[in-house]
């Protein structure tokens, strides 16, 4: 296994990977999530895991219920949405993304959802969307002007 849920002793290297990859107000919302999750408050179904790396946390990812915005793309009964995925740039290309991938959606079938959104902004294009499509999602269209929207449905 290689997600862990995150314990304090992760958040300043959650942050730092979240400050790397996008905006300090984003970053902070997360962290502040993260650490209400370790306290034992969990709000719209989210859900966090570390990712890890010969034992050291190497990246974050996490789930949520589908924003209303997105219900147009939903198609089954019970979507999720992953709401972020942020590896370190120093193990990136590892197959680190694809064993994260893999293990939520053991996660995920084992709870019962079917099919899982993914929002990704055009400054992921490059680093993401290549990487969503190899993993077997597909575009499936496009929100605030920005925002790709990515599909997968979950077969058991
Ligand atoms: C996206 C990310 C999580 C992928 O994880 P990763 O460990 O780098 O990817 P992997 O090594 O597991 O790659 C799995 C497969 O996808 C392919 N792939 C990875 N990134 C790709 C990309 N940008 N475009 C096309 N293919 C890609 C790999 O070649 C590999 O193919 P293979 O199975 O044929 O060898 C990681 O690169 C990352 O953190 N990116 C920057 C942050 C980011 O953009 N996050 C998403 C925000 S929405």
């Known amino acids: 296994m290689i997600l862990q849920k995150p ?10 990977i979240l400050k790397y990859w996008t905006d300090p107000e984003e970053a902070n919302k997360y962290v502040t999530r993260i650490q209400k999750e370790i306290e034992g408050l969990i709000e719209f179904n989210t ?5 890890q790396n010969k034992h050291k946390t190497v990246g974050i990812t996490g789930i949520s219920n589908t924003l209303p915005k997105i219900q147009q793309f939903v198609t089954l009964q019970n979507p999720i949405e992953l709401k972020l995925l942020y590896l370190d740039k120093k193990t990136r290309g590892l197959g680190l993304g694809k064993l994260t991938i893999l293990e939520l ?5 084992e709870n019962n959802y079917d099919e899982i959104l993914i929002r990704s902004a055009v400054r992921y ?5 290549g990487f969503y499509e190899k993993m077997g999602f597909t575009q499936v269209g496009f929100i605030d002007q920005d925002m790709a929207v990515f599909r997968k449905i979950l077969t058991k």
């Open 105 to 109: 959606e053991k996660i995920l079938k």
């Open 125 to 129: 294009k490059d680093t993401a969307w």
């Open 47 to 51: 859900h966090f895991w570390v990712i």
């Open 7 to 16: 314990t304090i002793s992760d958040l300043t290297i959650i942050e730092d």
